[in-house]
């Protein structure tokens, strides 16, 4: 198993950096999701790792080893592209044997690895047909059984699931995480979709413009991000202004608020609190144990399937909240909230 490591990696196009300096250690066997918006430098970082970009300034470890100035074929990373790259013009067989087959194995042991590759991605039955003949799906999983029987050390993904519509996606995360479990090879994805990056991801890198700004387990980014714009990336929160008063509490413009001892709330200075939408319970009666409890009209309700949401005027703010589809709520119903102390989040 490989551990990586990017120090100080940069990459720079024509004098703007599309990736600025990353540090990023990449444990043996971890499962590295790099997640960020179009244009962060996600790519760029994976095709430098792979090498077919040579950075601008940092250097690419593997086992503590410098392969910086290594070419692609001396590093043993096997690359699977958004767009596949299968030949037209090969069968599913030779698409998967045509790595081995560059690598000069005999022909007969290219087959046993490709029969054995094939039955792992479920492809048996497919072996004779040509990528027109296949759904994206398999073409997906032809990609990453032409790069898995190659045997690499490191896995890159660039946003293997983009062409592939809701369902398949799930199928084929569901996938990844299997190969992963079996192989258990170090693995990097590029994503710009949080929850292939929370499914999938040991921990996750979220990128903007050519930094990272948090390198955590998905949970941590989900629950404590470390500033607004990953807080805003990872959708689902209410963020609104708010000034510390005194200990453990904050003023907003939904009144004051009492923080939890996971709130951040050693944070000082006037600045950004979270909460999501699904912390935010919809109370029906209230009593006097109950802390951070405001009044709100909801003035608007989306039907989600499982949940609900509305989006409730509380003051002269707005607070947006989730819940279970069963209890049905209309746009001018006036409701109890709560804001449970331990749910909020302080931004840096
Ligand atoms: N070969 C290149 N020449 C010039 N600029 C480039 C080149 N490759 C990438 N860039 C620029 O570098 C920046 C980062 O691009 P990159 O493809 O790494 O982003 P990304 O996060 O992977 O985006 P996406 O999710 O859209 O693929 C972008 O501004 C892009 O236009």
């Not at 958004?82 to 690598?103: I, K």
């Not at 990844?176 to 999938?200: F, K, N, P, S």
């Not at 904050?250 to 709130?263: D, I, N, Y």
Request: hydrophobic share 40%; glycine share 8%; aromatic share 6%.
């Amino acid at each position: 198993m490989t551990q990586v490591q990017l120090k100080n990696l940069s990459k720079v196009f024509s004098g703007t950096p599309a990736v600025d300096a990353i540090n990023v250690d990449v444990a043996c066997g971890e499962f590295l999701v790099l997640l960020g918006p179009s244009g962060c430098g996600k790519t760029t970082s994976l095709r430098m790792v792979c090498g077919l970009e040579q950075p601008t300034s940092g250097s690419i470890w593997f086992n503590g080893q410098e392969v910086t100035n290594l070419p692609v074929q001396k590093r043993k990373v096997g690359l699977v592209s958004q767009r596949f790259g299968l030949f037209p013009h090969m069968t599913v067989e030779q698409n998967v044997a045509f790595g081995l087959s560059v690598g000069g194995m005999a022909e007969s042991e290219q087959k046993r690895h490709v029969g054995e590759m094939l039955e792992i991605v479920r492809l048996t039955d497919f072996a004779g047909r040509f990528p027109a003949q296949l759904s994206g799906g398999q073409m997906q999983r032809v990609a990453i059984a032409r790069t898995l029987v190659t045997r690499p050390k490191v896995l890159l993904l660039d946003e293997p699931m983009a062409s592939l519509d809701t369902l398949l996606r799930a199928e084929m995360r569901q996938f990844i995480r299997d190969l992963h479990e079996e192989y258990g090879m170090t693995t990097l994805l590029v994503t710009h979709d949080q929850i292939e990056a929370m499914d999938l991801a040991d921990r996750i890198a979220v990128m903007f413009d050519g930094r990272v700004a948090q390198l955590a387990a998905p949970d941590e980014i989900y629950q404590q991000p470390a500033d607004e714009r990953t807080a805003r990336f990872m959708g689902h929160s209410n963020i609104f202004d708010c000034t510390p008063v005194s200990d453990g509490y904050v003023e907003s413009l939904f009144g004051p608020l009492k923080l939890g001892a996971g709130s951040n709330r050693g944070l000082k200075l006037p600045r950004k609190a979270m909460v999501r939408y699904e912390s935010i319970r919809i109370v029906e009666s209230v009593d006097q144990s109950q802390s951070n409890v405001v009044s709100g009209t909801i003035t608007r309700a989306e039907f989600l399937g499982a949940m609900m949401r509305y989006t409730l005027q509380v003051g002269e703010g707005f607070l947006t909240v989730e819940e279970a589809s069963s209890f049905k709520r209309k746009t001018g119903e006036a409701v109890s909230l709560t804001l449970p102390p331990e749910q909020i989040w302080l931004l840096q």
